[in-house]
């Protein structure tokens, strides 16, 4: 399976953006989540689906703000992000893996990464 990213751009804070990443090939994932990793710091998780049910789980700095989804029909899932702030800011990747519940929200739950897209929110 590969994976593309799609999505990211400059915007003002307060904004909006929504991410794409899409898959082709065959795949045995349970989960396609969006990590991002701002200029200095680690990889850090943002949000995960469970690509079987639905299920879908956000870090604290995100929730009420992002959301993911999927379109199985397109093997896309997307993240839409509202209310941005700067520190929103990052290089944004999409992965997919077989995790379970309990690795869904770090980076060793995923095998095939994407090739990041870059959002910047400005102040």
């Known amino acids: 399976v590969q994976l593309q990213a799609s999505g990211g751009g400059l915007v003002q804070a307060g904004g909006s953006l929504r991410l794409s990443c899409t898959a082709s090939?065959?795949?045995?994932?349970?989960?396609t989540g969006w990590f991002r990793q701002a200029p200095g710091k680690e990889r850090e998780f943002v949000a995960t689906?469970?690509?079987?049910?639905?299920?879908?789980y956000y870090a604290d700095s995100v929730k009420a703000r992002f959301t993911i989804s999927k379109e199985n029909a397109k093997n896309t899932v997307y993240l839409q992000m509202n209310s941005l702030k700067p520190e929103d800011t990052g290089v944004y990747y999409c992965?997919?893996?077989?995790?379970?519940?309990?690795?869904?929200?770090?980076?060793?739950?995923?095998?095939?990464w994407g090739q990041g897209t870059l959002v910047t929110v400005s102040s």
């Open positions: 992965a997919t893996g077989r995790a379970i519940m309990s690795s869904s929200t770090t980076p060793r739950g995923y095998h095939t």
């Open positions: 090939g065959r795949t045995d994932s349970t989960y």
């Open positions: 689906i469970r690509l079987s049910g639905g299920h879908t």
